[in-house]
């Protein structure tokens, strides 16, 4: 059955630096045009902290800003002259939500506590998120842009996040211009 709360895509192009972000957006929207969808928007970040209802899918395209090694929770992503910590991301209401991608430069980056994993992906599936889809290193936003157009064309026609995870990764080891390892594999999928 389809969720009741559509999907929702925060994309910030740090004034233009990462142009490909836009097209991240148009890429849900074309699989979902019902999404709530913001671009470069100061209202952003009070939209997310204010939720009353978990979407099916969180897409938050935005550079990330690496907090102090021994301090991660301190990492955020910058959202329109705002920013979205690891800290405020527990308080989310997530709950119900199947999805949450992160796409932006190491995103999975973090600090093993010996059993805890502090960071992003602890985070969202503290909030409730099902699955966190982050990023293990820096890649291009160009190479970002077609790896989640991939990836939304096996997610929207049935796939698991995982399911279809493995399908994209596939589909650039097929494709010549991404067979390099650092292309395709620079996703990775976090499960509750």
Request: with cysteine; glycine share 6%.
């Amino acid at each position: 059955p389809p969720h009741p709360v559509p999907p929702v895509v925060i994309s910030d192009s740090a004034d233009g630096a990462f142009p490909e972000v836009v097209s991240q957006n148009q890429t849900i929207r074309a699989y979902w045009p019902e999404s709530t969808s913001f671009v470069d928007d100061p209202q952003a970040v009070g939209f997310l902290q204010h939720m009353q209802i978990a979407p099916r899918l969180l897409h938050l395209a935005a550079h990330h800003i690496e907090s102090d090694k021994q301090a991660p929770i301190f990492s955020a992503l910058q959202l329109a002259g705002q920013v979205l910590s690891v800290e405020q991301c527990y308080d989310l209401l997530l709950r119900g939500s199947e999805l949450v991608v992160l796409s932006g430069c190491k995103t999975a980056a973090g600090l093993d506590t010996g059993g805890a994993l502090l960071a992003f992906q602890s985070a969202f599936l503290g909030a409730g998120a099902q699955h966190i889809l982050s990023s293990l290193w820096s890649v291009h936003d160009r190479d970002v842009a077609t790896w989640m157009q991939y990836f939304y064309s096996h997610y929207a026609n049935g796939g698991s996040p995982s399911m279809a995870l493995q399908r994209t990764q596939r589909s650039l080891l097929a494709d010549p211009a991404y067979r390099h390892p650092a292309l395709w594999a620079a996703f990775g999928c976090s499960r509750r």
